[in-house]
């Protein structure tokens, strides 16, 4: 394992050398409400080089952070002063409760129950299991699985032209809540600390060579200047102050 993540390291440490994009985060704002604190998180993304450059990303779709991951996102951090704390559990692209409604494990098994979880999966996660149901049946046929894969792959493919910058914004929402707690780990948002948001990319390349199809690999072998690397933005200030 030590290897393994050894190589990993070096193997981007090495495009970490050449800065042909930057990600930076340009501004974070926030407004109150009686429930939650909105922040908006501009960034932008630029082409350093002189070359046009396309690479695997969809910019405008943010996940908290899972170093390593396969993921064609943009990937976000929060830290409070220098610890890292559980984004995914702080903040959340939703304003709607992320708690099921009251009393529903006490609920009987049956349709209305089911009915309940499927209605709060669609409007507070964005998630359809109907659809994930039907998709879940077809990802049996494994030709289907890889056309599919390398399908989402190819529709990812982003390119900046030389030296352009592309911005976007995202929108996230915290319910207030100071105490969180994940397994045996407890974390608390201090009134008085200093809390940050990073921003970082993973562009990948010959890595998804299992997930396309052949003759789709080839056409991505064939596009100039296709870019990998790890590439971080700065980190700033995200208000969780009174």
């Known amino acids: 394992m030590?290897?393994?993540?050894?190589?990993?390291?070096?193997?981007?440490?090495?495009?970490?050398?050449?800065?042909?994009?930057?990600?930076?985060i340009n501004s974070i704002t926030s407004s109150d409400s009686l429930s939650f604190r909105k922040f908006s998180i501009n960034y932008s993304l630029s082409n350093?080089?002189?070359?046009?450059?396309?690479?695997?990303?969809?910019?405008?779709?943010?996940?908290?952070?899972s170093g390593g991951s396969m993921s064609t996102f943009v990937?976000?951090?929060?830290?409070?002063?220098?610890e890292e704390f559980p984004?995914?559990?702080?903040?959340?692209?939703?304003?709607?409760?992320?708690?099921?409604?009251?009393?529903?494990?006490?609920l009987p098994e049956g349709k209305?129950?089911?009915?309940?979880?499927?209605?709060?999966?669609k409007e507070v996660l964005g998630m359809d299991i109907d659809k994930e149901i039907e998709e879940f049946s077809k990802n049996k046929d494994e030709n289907y699985r890889l056309r599919k894969s390398s399908e989402e792959l190819m529709n990812s493919i982003m390119a900046l032209e030389p030296k352009e910058t592309k911005h976007y914004t995202k929108i996230y929402y915290w319910?207030?809540?100071?105490?969180?707690?994940?397994?045996?780990?407890?974390?608390?948002?201090?009134?008085?600390?200093?809390?940050?948001?990073?921003l970082y990319i993973v562009l990948l390349k010959?890595?998804?060579k299992e997930r396309m199809t052949e003759d789709?690999?080839?056409?991505?072998?064939?596009?100039?200047?296709?870019?990998?690397?790890?590439?971080?933005?700065?980190?700033?200030e995200i208000n969780f102050r009174e």
């Open 206 to 208: 010959e890595h998804y």
């Open 175 to 198: 319910d207030k809540k100071r105490y969180h707690k994940i397994d045996e780990l407890e974390y608390y948002i201090s009134e008085n600390s200093n809390c940050y948001l990073e």
């Open 2 to 24: 030590r290897i393994f993540l050894f190589v990993f390291f070096c193997y981007f440490s090495a495009f970490a050398q050449n800065q042909s994009i930057k990600i930076v």
């Open 75 to 82: 990937s976000s951090k929060l830290y409070q002063e220098s």
């Open 48 to 65: 350093l080089t002189s070359n046009k450059i396309s690479f695997f990303l969809n910019p405008e779709i943010v996940h908290a952070g």
């Open 112 to 121: 209305e129950k089911n009915e309940i979880l499927k209605k709060y999966l």
């Open 87 to 106: 984004l995914h559990s702080i903040l959340s692209s939703t304003s709607k409760n992320r708690e099921l409604p009251f009393n529903y494990e006490n």
């Open 216 to 236: 789709d690999f080839k056409t991505l072998l064939n596009i100039p200047n296709f870019i990998e690397g790890w590439f971080s933005s700065n980190k700033v």
